[in-house]
């Protein structure tokens, strides 16, 4: 099965990494994996004023901060991934990017905020699951 993480760092990303090391017979490593780590674009008046090479460090050295610890705590557990670092908004690259992919399933971690908490916030999860034409199990 090709499997599309989508990771961000923060501790629901931890949460869905447990649920993975706890479900190797289901996500073990006889699986492919990419993780998937999408980026806020930066305005171009911004980008403009930093310049293309000081922005394209910053986002570089941002996705590994994310990517480098998930990659390790993959390897521990026998799971090699492929990395990729996507700009645009979070809930339609990861829609996007599991299809155009062929991914056989997108598993994220989730907020779980209430139905209230995404009116007014909004959730990745929730542009995900509206877009992706991809099975999704979101881990809370």
């Given amino acids: 099965m090709k499997i599309l993480l989508a990771v961000d760092g923060s501790a629901y990303t931890k949460h869905m990494l447990a649920y993975l090391a706890t479900h190797e017979a289901l996500y073990g490593p ?7 780590t999408v980026q806020a674009p930066l305005p171009s008046r911004a980008r403009a004023a930093l310049g293309k090479d000081v ?5 570089r050295e941002e996705a590994e901060k994310v990517l480098a610890p998930i990659s390790k705590f993959l390897l521990r557990h026998g799971i090699s991934a492929k990395s990729l670092v ?11 990017t ?4 062929k991914f056989d399933l997108v598993i994220m971690g989730s907020h779980g905020h209430s139905a209230i908490g995404n009116l007014v916030m909004g959730s990745v999860a929730t542009q995900v699951l509206a877009h992706c034409k991809v099975p999704v199990l979101l881990v809370r």
Avoid at 55 to 59: E, P, Y
Avoid at 86 to 96: D, L, R, T
Avoid at 98 to 101: F, L, V, Y
């Fill in 55 to 59: 922005v394209d460090t910053f986002m």
């Fill in 30 to 36: 006889q699986n492919q994996f990419t993780l998937l």
């Fill in 86 to 96: 996507k700009p645009g908004m979070a809930g339609e690259v990861i829609a996007k």
């Fill in 98 to 101: 599991a299809e155009s992919g």
